[in-house]
């Protein structure tokens, strides 16, 4: 049967970053161009593309056909958090020496931000760096953790402590790879979309109230591309601004330090994924403004009813990590973004407009987190 649907077009984005300046470009059916997405990048055919299990078994054919004229050494990794370690690090360079890789070669980044984060690092310290696409394949890659740079692993002493800005050299963005993702997944994804709505775009949060954040769970293409060009826009013009995180890329932080102290208090081992606690973090964000007369309830009333309409996790699930709240703002204050022990939180002013609050008052957020236990 022939298809009579219009096809969708892909869209692209520059981020403006100088000589580092790149790239995204999004759309359905993209990993089957991927070789037509490649051309000029590297002067040799030669590509190391690096994923993990579960998404070679779903997606790794597609990529092979799509890359058949060239040169392809595969890494193919387990999947998971875990993976973010030196030893799996160590264990993919010396993958990359093993198929006697170089500079003028490329590293396609096929996964979600696990694999993102990592391939991102090696490339940058094989043979002092080596360039690197990202071919994302989880909304929450697609939207956050492939734009920006920022490439990491883990250690005992917390995560993404190890690791390097190192910009990719494009961001090829297929929004088909999304169909095969699990609900948990793509509503963690989402998380990060909101985020951006909320942080600087009231516009966009608008929108996504008024049935675009219900159509992008529903996997609907067109608006998938466009609210994916939109996040990955704005995160853009922030990293643009600042892209070491000096300043103002504090911003996208948004929910994420309520939300790490929940995810170190659920003791990461799947119970709570980072977005599902970046969804919680930015209502209790809202909360707290509202209490401490910052922010309008009816802005942060807003924020919960559309949660409870796209049934993403709110801080009514929580009661099981809220009972101690004591350990809670402990686990704030080991936030990366902290200063001299002083905590600091991002908070909404309304809908559209945040600011970076550097002493949070640590009494305040306690009295805060103890109402939220007792309420819970
Ligand atoms: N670098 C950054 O700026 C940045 C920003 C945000 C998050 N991160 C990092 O990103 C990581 C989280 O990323 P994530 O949520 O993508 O997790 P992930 O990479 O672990 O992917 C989640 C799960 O989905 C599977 N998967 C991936 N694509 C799939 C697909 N198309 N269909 C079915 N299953 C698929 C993976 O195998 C994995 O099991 C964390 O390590 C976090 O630190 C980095």
């Known amino acids: 049967m022939i298809d009579t ?28 161009n991927l070789n037509q997405q490649l051309e000029g990048l590297s002067p040799t055919a030669r590509i190391a593309v690096i994923t993990d299990e579960t998404v070679h078994t779903l997606h790794g054919a597609t990529l092979e056909a799509a890359l058949s ?3 392809t050494h595969m890494i193919i990794r387990p999947a998971g958090e875990a993976q973010k370690s030196l030893a799996n690090l160590e264990e993919i360079l010396n993958n990359l020496f093993n198929a006697g890789l170089n500079r003028s070669d490329l590293v396609v980044a096929f996964g979600g931000g696990v694999i993102g ?5 090696a490339a940058s310290i094989y043979k002092r760096g080596m360039p690197f696409v990202q071919v994302p394949t989880t909304l929450l890659s697609q939207v956050d953790s492939s734009v920006g740079g920022k490439t990491a692993i883990n250690n005992r002493f917390g ?12 961001v090829v963005t297929d929004t088909e790879l999304l ?21 600087g775009d009231s516009r966009f949060f608008n929108q996504l109230e008024s049935g675009l954040g219900q159509r992008i769970l529903d996997l609907d293409e ?24 000096g300043g103002v890329r504090a911003l996208l ?6 939300g790490h102290a929940l995810e170190l208090q659920a003791g ?43 049934q993403m996790p709110r801080i009514s699930d929580m009661a099981h990590l809220l009972h101690d709240p004591a350990a809670l703002l402990i686990h704030m204050g080991q936030d990366k973004k902290n200063d001299n022990g002083h905590l600091t939180l991002i908070l909404p002013r309304r809908i559209g407009e945040t600011f970076i609050e550097k002493r949070a008052d640590r009494e305040s957020v306690l009295r805060f987190l103890t109402q939220l236990r007792d309420e819970a």
Do not use: W
Not at 117 to 121: C, N
Not at 253 to 258: A, R, V
């Open 268 to 310: 990461y081992d799947g119970d709570l994924l980072h977005g599902e606690a970046v969804s919680v973090g930015m209502e209790m964000a809202f909360r707290f403004a509202v209490e401490q007369g910052l922010c309008d309830a009816t802005d942060a009333d807003r924020l919960t009813a559309h949660l409870a309409a796209t």
């Open 69 to 71: 004229e060239r040169q």
């Open 117 to 121: 984060d990592l391939a991102g690092f």
């Open 253 to 258: 932080n948004l929910g994420h330090t309520f």
């Open 179 to 199: 169909r095969t993702l699990p609900v948990r997944e793509l509503k963690a994804g989402y998380a990060e979309v909101l985020k951006y709505g909320l942080l």
């Open 159 to 170: 995560k993404n402590l190890i690791g390097a800005f190192y910009q990719p050299q494009k």
């Open 5 to 32: 649907r219009t096809p969708i077009p892909s869209q692209v984005l520059g981020v403006d970053l100088g000589d580092r300046s790149y790239d995204i470009v999004i759309g359905p059916g993209l990993l089957r």
């Open 222 to 245: 067109v608006s998938l591309t466009e609210a994916i060009h939109v996040s990955c826009a704005t995160k853009a013009k922030i990293v643009a601004q600042d892209e070491r995180e």
